[in-house]
């Protein structure tokens, strides 16, 4: 996912921002982009998508076997070899299995995820650019 850090915040315009207000402003941010995120995933999600889902992302052991057992080799798969190069994880490393259920799940059922993300970062930022002389101001 998107990384909150001094470039998102020169990205909207708010590097002067107080040392000790950073780290709760991309927080902040963080929390509203997933926010938007999951409102606008879930739009086209059936009920029964997204109790899975949150099963996923709350690494419910039965679900997450269950999904691994389905997608076979999974050691073999692209995306799998893809996340544990770019993590550095060993296999089956709990976070890695999680990132790579989540992954397999959204691209099944949620094709449009990542524009969905770029659409909500994008306005996010813009909202942002164009309150920074009043969050500047808050201090």
């Known amino acids: 996912m998107f990384k909150f850090d001094n470039r998102f915040l020169e990205s909207v315009g708010l590097t002067d921002l107080p040392e000790a207000q950073k780290e709760d402003f991309l927080q902040y941010a963080q929390d509203q982009l997933e926010i938007r995120i999951g409102e606008k995933m879930s739009e086209g999600l059936s009920e029964e998508q997204l109790d899975e889902f949150e099963r996923i992302i709350d690494n419910d052991a039965d679900t997450m076997s269950g999904l691994l057992e389905g997608f076979g080799d999974y050691k073999s798969d ?9 993590t550095g994880a060993e296999d089956d490393d709990a976070t890695l299995l999680s990132d790579y259920v989540t992954a397999k799940w959204l691209d099944a059922n949620c094709p449009q995820y990542q524009q969905i993300i770029q659409d909500s970062l994008s306005s996010l930022q813009d909202e942002i650019r164009e309150q920074k002389d009043a969050i500047l101001a808050a201090e």
């Open 78 to 86: 692209e995306v799998y070899q893809t996340l544990k190069r770019n």
